[in-house]
């Protein structure tokens, strides 16, 4: 019962191939392409898989570049699968959205807190959760120990604050500098700035929810810059890197136990 999990991102598209489709299965394969080259997976990456019997994915891409997903597991002749995409609602996976509107919670932000769930409800441990994903953007959300999502924030990823200091400032360009506690460098600086607005919210809303709930929540980043930003972070936190995927296998596993 192999099962296929694919995340399109603003950026990339991930995708794993698992023994079954349960939080904890096997990984089989795995693989990521940057959007401009999806349109050779079925030629490429995907080729030489054995047909998986499910698929569930999620796309923060836009519905352009869902149908060339589709297109190219069309092309795979040999696959019968129906392509099935996460939507956001009001409850998943043993999570309940307490967005204002539940179906304009970004699917991304709605499937990892869903990966978060699933992690603590192993653990047997009822706790609250900060959910970090650092990517394009940045989203810190909020996950009370009743599964009930109480809200969060999005900022820019360093790539965006980056080239907005560029476009707006005569005389500064994208550095490639270090995190430093005191730079003395205008690329340090930037560097630096970067990560510690993106850290500054996390403490905050880690403080928020600290308040909120009466304990130290669980703290768990993810996303293809969560790495970078991760040293920086003086909280006690985790880092999974498949906490998206995570997610996807918690909600076909709850679909195909309905």
Not at 27 to 34: C, T
Not at 168 to 178: D, K, S, Y
């Amino acid at each position: 019962m192999s099962f296929l999990a694919i995340d399109i991102g603003n950026t990339r598209l991930k995708w794993a191939l698992y023994a079954s489709p349960q939080p904890g299965a096997a990984l089989l394969q795995h693989g990521a392409v940057f959007l401009e080259n999806i349109d050779r997976l079925a030629e490429t990456e995907w080729a030489t898989l054995v047909q998986p019997h499910s698929m569930l994915g999620c796309n923060v891409a836009g519905d352009a570049v869902r149908r060339r997903v589709e297109e190219q597991l069309e092309q795979l002749e040999q696959w019968d699968i129906e392509p099935r995409w996460v939507v956001s609602g009001p409850h998943a996976g043993g999570v309940t959205n307490g967005y204002d509107h539940p179906s304009r919670l970004g699917t991304d932000r709605f499937v990892a807190l869903i990966g978060a769930r699933s992690l603590v409800v192993r653990r047997g441990q009822p706790r609250a959760c900060l959910v970090v994903m650092v990517g394009t953007a940045v989203t810190v959300d909020a996950l009370d120990a009743d599964g009930n999502f109480l809200g969060g924030l999005i900022l820019p990823g360093h790539g965006i604050m980056l080239r907005a200091l560029e476009g707006g400032t005569a005389g500064l360009r994208v550095p490639t500098g270090e995190v430093r506690e005191f730079p003395t460098n205008t690329s340090d600086a930037l560097t630096s700035g970067g990560t510690y607005a993106i850290v500054g919210a996390i403490e905050r809303m880690h403080r928020h929810l600290q308040r909120r709930c009466g304990q130290s929540p669980l703290t768990v980043m993810t996303g293809g810059a969560g790495w970078k930003v991760a040293p920086a972070v003086e909280l006690e936190h985790e880092l999974h890197e498949s906490l998206i995927f995570d997610g996807i296998l918690a909600l076909q596993a709850q679909r195909l136990a309905l």
